[in-house]
């Protein structure tokens, strides 16, 4: 069943001006003085580490053992995209399975490990949800294989023109705005805003809506950033949402020179914060190169801060399975810090006590983060 509330919580919903979608703090504009910056910044890169020099661990995944999971639960397959299963139910975010993000298969960044999963070997897909349409979260090739085995696709406004441009029948695309809502199956997703833009051109910027998700069902409540800029909107987001089970937050591709559209990890924890987030699993790392700091930052960072702040982050093993109904929620403020100091040392290495399949005994030495290289 699949059901659409157009005004949903009557939040203040996008807008348009001469045929380009709005943020509601900045205007984000591209100046040709931005450009050179951008290329000279490129150019004089010296970073030790832009792409791994060890294979990155995955850990595969079949359907059958995706079957089998009588629990709610959440899957990295890389960069944003993840698999969710709730209520039975499967839902994918953002898939991206293609060998590189850009418009052809030859060039642009390219990616640093193997999916957990192919698309040949998923079962059937509920929902896709997109978050805007860069070539790091609308992959065209996945879009295509994947209308054959999904029921419906969620998306913000205008992005489903891309859809049915690659023969996705209209009834399978619900397209929102921010603060509406639809419903499939015991599952309400509603697209909440972003800070951010879009196009996959040169001519088509800002003509189709970004946005962030709530995904909530009777016994989870996910919030998944998408891309973003640090803006109020992520209190107005926990506010009217939140308390959230567990924060999927765009932590990586960041860089000083655009902050309004991408968080340093420092903002990423503060969003974290912002929408009411028990646990917080940090996204948007560890794929594709997109920016100037080394590969593995992004999770070093903000492990580094979560543990300063006592806040429990989630950093498992690309197709490790993080069971949801298992994550700390914290009763009180004694209880939260009692949970952040017990379960982060354990959620951002490589066995999740606590919060995933598998089970580790918990040792006076924390484990090697599985972004380090293997010891020899």
Same mark, same amino acid.
């Given at each position: 069943?699949?059901?659409?509330?157009?005004?949903?919580?009557?939040?203040?919903?996008?807008?348009?001006?001469?045929?380009?979608?709005?943020?509601?703090?900045?205007?984000?504009?591209?100046?040709?003085?931005?450009?050179?910056?951008?290329?000279?910044?490129?150019?004089?890169?010296?970073?030790?580490?832009?792409?791994?020099?060890?294979?990155?661990?995955?850990?595969?995944?079949?359907?059958?053992?995706?079957?089998?999971?009588?629990?709610?639960?959440?899957?990295?397959?890389?960069?944003?995209?993840?698999?969710?299963?709730?209520?039975?139910?499967?839902?994918?975010?953002?898939?991206?399975?293609?060998?590189?993000?850009?418009?052809?298969?030859?060039?642009?960044?390219?990616?640093?490990?193997?999916?957990?999963?192919?698309?040949?070997?998923?079962?059937?897909?509920?929902?896709?949800?997109?978050?805007?349409?860069?070539?790091?979260?609308?992959?065209?090739?996945?879009?295509?294989?994947?209308?054959?085995?999904?029921?419906?696709?969620?998306?913000?406004?205008?992005?489903?023109?891309? &859809?049915?441009? $690659?023969?996705? /029948?209209?009834?399978? %695309?619900?397209? #929102?705005?921010?603060?509406?809502?639809? *419903? =499939? @199956?015991?599952?309400?997703?509603?697209?909440?805003?972003?800070?951010?833009?879009?196009?996959?051109?040169?001519?088509?910027?800002?003509?189709?809506?970004?946005?962030?998700?709530?995904?909530?069902?009777?016994?989870?409540?996910?919030?998944?950033?998408?891309?973003?800029?640090?803006?109020?909107?992520?209190?107005?987001?926990?506010?009217?949402?939140?308390?959230?089970?567990?924060?999927?937050?765009?932590?990586?591709?960041?860089?000083?020179?655009?902050?309004?559209?991408?968080?340093?990890?420092?903002?990423?924890?503060?969003?974290?914060?912002?929408?009411?987030?028990?646990?917080?699993?940090?996204?948007?790392?560890?794929?594709?190169?997109?920016? &100037?700091?080394? $590969?593995?930052? /992004?999770?070093?960072? %903000?492990?580094? #801060?979560?543990?300063?702040?006592?806040? *429990? =982050? @989630?950093?498992?093993?690309?197709?490790?399975?993080?069971?949801?109904?298992?994550?700390?929620?914290?009763?009180?403020?004694?209880?939260?810090?009692?949970?952040?100091?017990?379960?982060?040392?354990?959620?951002?290495?490589?066995?999740?006590?606590?919060?995933?399949?598998?089970?580790?005994?918990?040792?006076?030495?924390?484990?090697?983060?599985?972004?380090?290289?293997?010891?020899?």
């Amino acid at each position: 069943m699949i059901s659409t509330n157009a005004l949903a919580n009557n939040g203040v919903q996008a807008t348009i001006s001469d045929g380009k979608f709005q943020n509601t703090e900045i205007e984000y504009k591209t100046e040709l003085s931005s450009i050179w910056s951008f290329t000279k910044a490129y150019l004089t890169d010296d970073r030790e580490s832009a792409v791994p020099d060890f294979p990155i661990p995955v850990i595969p995944v079949t359907r059958d053992a995706l079957l089998n999971l009588d629990h709610d639960a959440v899957i990295r397959l890389g960069h944003s995209s993840l698999l969710l299963k709730i209520d039975g139910e499967f839902v994918l975010l953002d898939p991206v399975f293609s060998e590189r993000a850009f418009a052809v298969e030859w060039l642009g960044p390219k990616r640093f490990h193997d999916t957990p999963i192919s698309i040949d070997e998923l079962p059937f897909i509920k929902t896709v949800i997109i978050s805007h349409d860069h070539y790091d979260h609308l992959d065209k090739a996945a879009i295509k294989k994947l209308a054959h085995i999904t029921e419906t696709f969620v998306t913000p406004l205008k992005v489903g023109n891309h &859809l049915r441009d $690659w023969g996705v /029948p209209d009834k399978q %695309i619900v397209e #929102l705005n921010w603060w509406q809502s639809t *419903t =499939v @199956s015991s599952m309400t997703f509603t697209a909440t805003p972003s800070q951010h833009f879009s196009g996959r051109g040169l001519f088509d910027k800002d003509k189709t809506l970004w946005a962030s998700w709530v995904i909530k069902s009777e016994n989870t409540n996910l919030f998944f950033s998408g891309d973003s800029g640090y803006f109020s909107g992520f209190k107005e987001i926990g506010e009217r949402f939140g308390p959230f089970d567990l924060t999927l937050m765009e932590t990586g591709a960041y860089n000083h020179m655009w902050t309004e559209i991408h968080m340093l990890p420092e903002q990423s924890l503060q969003a974290h914060i912002d929408v009411k987030g028990h646990v917080m699993m940090p996204i948007h790392n560890s794929t594709f190169d997109l920016a &100037l700091h080394n $590969w593995f930052e /992004p999770l070093e960072k %903000i492990t580094q #801060l979560a543990n300063e702040r006592q806040i *429990t =982050v @989630s950093t498992p093993k690309f197709g490790e399975v993080v069971n949801i109904n298992q994550l700390p929620k914290p009763l009180d403020s004694i209880n939260e810090r009692n949970c952040a100091n017990e379960v982060s040392s354990v959620t951002t290495e490589t066995d999740l006590e606590t919060a995933t399949e598998t089970s580790a005994e918990t040792t006076s030495e924390a484990p090697r983060p599985w972004w380090y290289p293997p010891m020899m």
